[in-house]
């Protein structure tokens, strides 16, 4: 269900009661738009905001072209309405009447505004010249599919010449969308010289903002390297061509998946993730008692679903297309890749469906890891610095309560390291003792993962 459904049925029902014209789809398009770019609640409507909406949110984030204008201002009436007659609308709110008033004279001017590229979000640019070339982001059936269609995007967009790009996208500002300025300020945050003086982080790429994927060859020898992809393809060599047995929830059933956990060895990288998270309490402890923990591990899940090490690998191996499912069973389909190209492909796929679901507390120090080591004048990134940065970052709700106790600090850096333990074994970067080496998959990735991020797909 939309977050918006419940609201949006009892307006329905409102208007259709009272034989007002009201539009589901447009109204739901709206809510959406407001809720996502600017934050705002659906009962939130200030001075200002019907024309904000119409001539800067719907043209540079809201569905190409140009909507039904009459139709919108008869939507946008007749729920402004219904929030009145219901008791919704917030106070902060105009009246109703001027707020139609406002819609209407914006009405005269949308269209104009919404063929204006120069008003469009750059995202919006990026995803429309997709659509001109038969590729768009929409109905994509599987991660696998949103990330070919992704790169494949990309790819053609930075193959055009400069005069061509920057007719389609005379500008790559946000349009004040308060999301895509977070994923632009996170990334801007990390690339400060020596004197903290920031600069742009589209510098990185050539003079139109247009950052290149890194050479294929490099990526996929990353990706054929990377200790994760191999644990995929044992994972699938696992199930097998007879298939394994799978619950409604589409998981291994409970016998299979402990039988899993001890091939696959999962508790080498459960033990790590506990070292991470407690320290000396897990490293000073005895042989036997570690191997009393990891049997503990394996018997406590009641569900495939509640194992972290091996639900990162399915869910990566099923979104990758690696593994077919029916109502009952699971089957492996590895299809080796033939190409450099297609091991990037299966590379993106796999680390891009880590890290969306990864724990939500883990994606942004993720993220800083990955942007930091984009910056090509960066040969290494000491991991010191990286607790440093992560400490001081507003998204770090330990560190908010540094005034008050300083010895939060211990655990602010072991979240750090649990967060970079899950993408440790995918080779997005190299340890050289207490720092990190940039990796040519590791860039593509940090280009993939701030996309998705403006596109709201994940949370920076």
Known sequence: MDQHDLLIRHAVAWAAKRKQPLDRDLLETVLNLRDFHDLSAPQEWPAGSAEHLMLVRWPSHGPSGVPDVE????TLDSFWRFLRGTGRMASSSA???????????????????????????????????GESIGLSLDGAGSMEELNERLQQIVGAWNALPDDQRMALAPTTAHQGSLRGMAATDLMASLMEDDEG??????????EHGNIPFAEVTDVAADVRDAPFVQQCRRLVQWVGERGREITPKEVLRLAPAREAYDVLGLGEWEREADRLAYGDLITKLPPESEELLVAAARDSFRSAAECRPLDRLWTACVEAGLLELSRTRAYAAWDEPSSDEEWRHLGTVLATAVLIHADHGHVSPLMGAL??????????????????????????YVSLLREQDESMRSWSDNALHRALHEMEDLRVWRRDGDALLPTAFGHDVALLAAALAEEGVIEA
């Open 371 to 396: 942007l930091h080591l984009i910056d090509p004048a960066r040969e290494s990134m000491p991991l010191r610095e990286l607790e440093d940065w992560w400490w001081q970052s507003p998204r770090n």
């Open 197 to 206: 003086e920031a600069h742009d982080v589209f510098g990185l790429g050539d």
């Open 95 to 129: 009246d109703p009447r001027e707020l139609a008033k406002e819609a209407r004279r914006a009405a005269l001017h949308m269209p104009d505004a919404c063929a204006d590229p120069t008003r469009r979000g750059a995202a919006k640019s990026m995803v429309e010249f």
């Open 71 to 74: 139709r919108l201002v008869e």
